[in-house]
């Protein structure tokens, strides 16, 4: 079942604004490669839509690694919604960074909230 960040908020101005989300992908398994699932929405200040920023799904060799970025223009709030197929040793994270890149909200695959569904992108 896929997993969310749920609703963060990402203040619309000063140092702890977030301008882009990293999402690291880790394959650990020595043998199986592992399908990734990613969908990224931002809202606005008023909260009326829900807006994708990207929809990924990529494979993850055995031992592998992969950076997604995603930008987070007019962004008062985000989710990250994931899950994997195939491969069970597979860690998920989701960043946030200010324009400096700095680390400003972290999101564990362990905080994230299980769903049972992706949200149906229009």
């Known amino acids: 079942m896929p997993n969310s960040t749920g609703f963060i908020y990402n203040p619309t101005a000063g140092e702890t604004q977030s301008t882009q989300l990293i999402v690291t992908c880790i394959n650990d398994s020595l043998d199986a490669s592992v399908n990734v699932e990613l969908e990224v929405f931002r809202w606005d200040t008023t909260q009326t839509a829900r807006i994708p920023i ?14 997604l970025i995603y930008p987070l223009i007019n962004a008062a709030f985000f989710e990250v919604q994931s899950d994997f197929f195939s491969a069970t040793s597979t860690i998920i994270h989701v960043y946030s960074v200010s324009s400096t890149g700095q680390i400003i909200q972290r999101v564990l695959q362990s905080e994230m909230t299980v769903i049972d569904r992706f949200t149906n992108i229009p």
Do not use: N
């Open 54 to 67: 990207g929809h990924d799904l990529i494979e993850i060799l055995p031992q592998g690694t992969r950076t």
